[in-house]
């Protein structure tokens, strides 16, 4: 349901409570109750004597809360407060109401905590209070210490004391961390070296203005999943559009940004897993789990790769065996990726099904081996309860970007580079002179621990930054450091794609099939923005599927060489919301853009502002890390 109608039925329920009568016995006017907003003030008034409270009424999410609080503090100034009246108060007071509406009940004193009689009247309508801000916490932190301390007469008990203050602490924490800044952990090494993992920010979602929720009634402090009971966090019992409150700018290009992960409408959910997740995008594992069935079932017998091996001999009968060995191994993987191609819709479907029903997948096992892994099933996340990824915006609407070699260019131009951006390089291992563990850290900086180097069949493969591989070279003068690059093979004159790479085309974004990028070498294309119209040819068409019906709601049929959206034939499409391009400093090591494509405004969270806090997995707290600003 959405918000609006929460706030029609907080307008209705003064009228729906018979305020206008209760006013009067609590010392106020009848037409106190009548005027819409200004009745909240007043109740608040009387139950809390905090009138102001009335404000934070307005804030989705907090405003359920807010009402119930009203609603129990209210009925508690007319007496009422046994474990069933508290109850009803919480969730339905209206019984309550009527009665203290139309029996002429008098509002009472407030509890005189130094008489037993009255502590003892309310005690466990308290308790529920306090279980229902804080299950089982609260009442561990309230019970520890009414044992440990003495409770001094005339005081509130440790209960009610312990309830109304982890209440509003939780109110207050929320409103900060959705609408102020939020904490963010460094998960993975994608943003290496600008951000580490272990590093632990704060994100200012007043930068580019904090979003209002699109599933407000979550459990406070929690993203999507609350920890240990592996339960979802959230109900979408009341839904928001999406509405971003004024900030102090929009997204700018280099700026470092979290934001919901595009492509995290659906996920896979396994236990074992940081978050649960064994892998975040769930349209790659679709695909990688059609094509590992299909080769499952579509294995050549050994008579059939003998006829592809004699029909290659008969017709080169001069090559070694070798070589026809290797032409026949490639003619068989294609006749194969051909097979795949014609019914990869079939598979993916099918892939889907026993993602959803069998609830198999495959993928790295607990005991270092690839094989089947159960896990508890798919899960749909709305956009604000997505992963929260971090990288950096490198492209903003309307740029053209482009990668060439690794170099990313930037409306023609290569864009800055950051001090702590690396890339990958390869160089002869025997050829390299200072080459120890303990020299590489010290002179160069690079930890073999966190995986700056490695060996890998005679060969020193390096992520290091600009100054790190200037230092290498210069120390090295005679060996080459080059870039580990993947090339377009439709760069290549006359080159016809195979249907092996074709396949290929399926891990970079737009994932088409007839679409050539790699992670190093990414076609020159547009940041889509507001208002941008698109002609939907064959060459764009690819890059704007997902715009069109995951980010912008939309059905997009193509059928016999046309587009129809909605149901319409049409050849051009004006996007409707901003989009952004954004990439890992790491960038050899980054699930970013390149892999999933733009992000939409709508998904963008905040700015990272601040390292307050970081700690190695290998060497303890980071001293010169703490309360550094993000460059």
């Given at each position: 349901m959405?918000?609006?109608?929460?706030?029609?039925?907080?307008?209705?329920?003064?009228?729906?409570?018979?305020?206008?009568?209760s006013f009067e016995h609590a010392g106020h006017k009848q037409w106190e109750a009548l005027i819409p907003v200004y009745n909240y003030y007043v109740a608040f008034k009387i139950s809390c004597k905090k009138p102001w409270w009335f404000l934070l009424m307005l804030i989705p999410g907090i405003h359920l809360v807010m009402w119930m609080v009203?609603?129990?503090?209210?009925?508690?100034?007319?007496?009422?407060?046994?474990?069933?009246?508290?109850?009803?108060?919480?969730?339905?007071?209206y019984l309550i109401l009527w009665k203290i509406a139309n029996n002429g009940e008098k509002i009472v004193p407030e509890t005189n905590w130094a008489n037993e009689g009255e502590r003892a009247k309310r005690e466990w309508g308290d308790h529920l209070a306090l279980f229902l801000s804080l299950p089982v916490i609260g009442h561990v932190l309230a019970l520890g210490i009414k044992a440990v301390s003495r409770e001094k007469p005339g005081n509130k008990s440790k209960v009610k004391e312990w309830g109304d203050s982890i209440l509003f602490a939780l109110v207050a924490a929320s409103i900060i961390r959705t609408y102020v800044f939020e904490p963010f952990q460094i998960p993975t090494g994608s943003m290496e070296k600008t951000l580490v993992v272990g590093d632990f920010l704060f994100v200012n979602k007043l930068a580019y203005g904090p979003k209002v929720p699109v599933t407000p009634l979550s459990f406070p402090l929690v993203h999507n999943t609350i920890p240990w009971v592996n339960v979802r966090s959230y109900t979408t019992l009341e839904k928001c559009r999406y509405t971003r409150?004024?900030?102090?700018?929009?997204?700018?290009?280099?700026?470092?940004?979290v934001f919901n992960y595009p492509s995290g409408d659906t996920a896979v959910y396994d236990p074992r897993m940081p978050h649960g997740l064994m892998g975040h995008d769930y349209h790659q594992i679709i695909t990688d789990e059609a094509q590992r069935m299909f080769y499952e079932s579509s294995n050549l017998s050994q008579t059939q790769q003998k006829q592809v091996y004699d029909e290659i001999k008969a017709k080169n009968p001069t090559l070694s065996d070798s070589v026809v060995r290797i032409m026949a191994s490639a003619k068989i993987g294609d006749y194969v990726a051909a097979k795949l191609i014609k019914d990869l819709p079939y598979w993916k479907q099918l892939a889907r099904k026993r993602l959803a029903e069998d609830k198999l997948a495959f993928g790295p096992t607990d005991d270092g081996g690839y094989g089947e892994i159960k896990h508890y099933g798919v899960i749909y996340r709305p956009v604000d309860k997505r992963e929260n990824y971090i990288k950096r915006c490198v492209g903003i609407p309307g740029d053209y970007l482009e990668v060439k070699d690794a170099v990313l260019y930037r409306n023609g131009k290569p864009a800055k580079v950051f001090p702590y951006q690396n890339l990958k390089y390869i160089a002869n291992e025997k050829e390299v002179r200072i080459y120890t563990d303990t020299q590489m850290k010290e002179k160069y900086g690079l930890e073999k621990s966190r995986g700056d180097y490695q060996n890998q069949n005679g060969m020193l493969v390096i992520y290091a930054t600009k100054s790190q591989i200037t230092k290498l070279r210069k120390d090295n003068p005679t060996t080459k450091f080059n870039l580990d690059l993947e090339q377009q093979y439709s760069d290549t004159k006359g080159y016809v794609a195979t249907d092996s790479d074709r396949l290929g085309n399926l891990r970079t974004y737009p994932k088409d099939l007839d679409v050539n990028n790699t992670f190093t070498n990414f076609s020159k294309f547009q940041v889509p923005y507001r208002g941008m119209k698109v002609e939907l040819t064959k060459e764009k068409l690819p890059y704007f599927r997902r715009i069109i019906t995951a980010y912008e709601g939309h059905t997009l049929v193509e059928k016999g060489g046309k587009v129809y959206i909605d149901g319409k034939e049409t050849k051009t499409y004006t996007v409707k919301m901003n989009y952004y391009w954004l990439m890992g400093d790491n960038r050899y090591n980054s699930t970013d853009s390149r892999g999933w494509g733009f992000v939409p405004e709508d998904h963008v969270v905040g700015k990272a502002s601040l390292v307050w806090f970081s700690k190695s997995p290998y060497e303890g707290v980071r001293w010169e890390r703490l309360f550094k600003w993000i460059e």
């Open positions: 959405y918000a609006i109608y929460y706030y029609l039925f907080f307008l209705a329920h003064p009228y729906l409570a018979m305020w206008w009568k009203v609603n129990l503090s209210y009925i508690r100034r007319f007496n009422y407060y046994s474990l069933g009246d508290t109850f009803q108060g919480i969730f339905f007071p409150l004024p900030g102090f700018g929009d997204p700018q290009a280099n700026d470092v940004m």
